[in-house]
Nanobody, 115 residues
Framework: QVQLVESGGGLVQPGGSLRLSCAGS????????VNWYRQAPGKQREWVAT???????NYADSVKDRFTISRDNAKNTVDLRMTSLKFEDTAVYYC?????????WGQGTQVIVSA
């Protein structure tokens, strides 16, 4: 099992920025694609962004051009830099990795966008 720990959530005003971080365990972490998902109150969990082991990134349309995912393999971390935050970005954000049929999740970090 890959242990994942998210951090960096908090309360931010609309238009503000936050940086979330996902710390992964084990040497295998740097070999895996890492995903960020989010779940807003009363809604299903949705995919936000993915970074491959080679650093290539993909984003959901709703966050493209506002969020940036990056990884530091020396530190075993994947960050999600969020800018121009909107009310609708309010959610619990989760880090995820998959190894074949096994999917590992972190506990999540809460992001609240409020005036």
């Amino acid at each position: 099992q890959v242990q994942l720990v998210e951090s960096g959530g908090g309360l931010v005003q609309p238009g503000g920025s936050l940086r979330l971080s996902c710390a992964g365990s084990g040497d295998i972490f740097k070999l895996l694609s890492v995903n960020w998902y989010r779940q807003a109150p009363g809604k299903q969990r949705e995919w936000v962004a993915t970074i491959l082991s080679n650093g290539h990134a993909n984003y959901a349309d709703s966050v493209k051009d506002r969020f940036t995912i990056s990884r530091d393999n020396a530190k075993n971390t994947v960050d999600l830099r969020m800018t121009s935050l909107k009310f609708e970005d309010t959610a619990v954000y989760y880090c995820n990795v998959r190894r074949g049929s096994v999917s590992d999740w972190g506990q999540g970090t809460q992001v609240i966008v409020s005036a």
